[in-house]
C-alpha cells in the first residue's frame, strides 16, 4: 500500500509567495545582488527538493540538497544582516 505524501502547508510545494529580495526596485548594492544570486539558487534547490520528495525519494542525496539550501538560507542571512546592522548604528536614540 503507497501512502501519497500531502503538500499542504508545505513551503516547498507553491512557490507563489516570493521573498522581499525579489521586490527591491533596483539592486544597487553588490550585497543586495549576492542576496538575489543566492536567493535564486536557494529557489532552484527548494524546486528539486519537492520534486524528488514528491517521487518519494530519501537518502543522501535529499540530506546533501537539504543541506546546501540551509547552507544558502545561511549565507542570505549573513548578508542581509549587512544591510540591516548599518541603519541600526545610525538610528537616533531613545531617551
Not at 24 to 37: F, G, M, N, S, V
Not at 79 to 90: G, Q, T, Y
Amino acid at each position: 500500500m503507497t501512502k501519497q505524501r500531502q503538500t499542504t502547508g508545505n513551503r516547498l510545494a507553491s512557490s507563489t509567495l516570493r521573498p522581499a529580495v525579489k521586490k527591491l526596485p533596483a539592486l544597487r548594492l553588490p550585497i543586495q545582488r549576492e542576496i538575489h544570486k543566492l536567493q535564486d539558487a536557494l529557489d532552484a534547490f527548494n524546486e528539486r527538493i519537492a520534486e524528488l520528495e514528491g517521487e518519494g525519494h530519501r537518502g543522501r542525496a535529499m540530506e546533501v540538497l537539504r543541506t546546501n539550501a540551509l547552507d544558502f538560507a545561511r549565507q542570505i542571512d549573513e548578508l542581509r544582516s549587512l544591510l540591516v546592522e548599518p541603519a541600526l548604528k545610525n538610528a537616533p536614540k531613545v531617551p
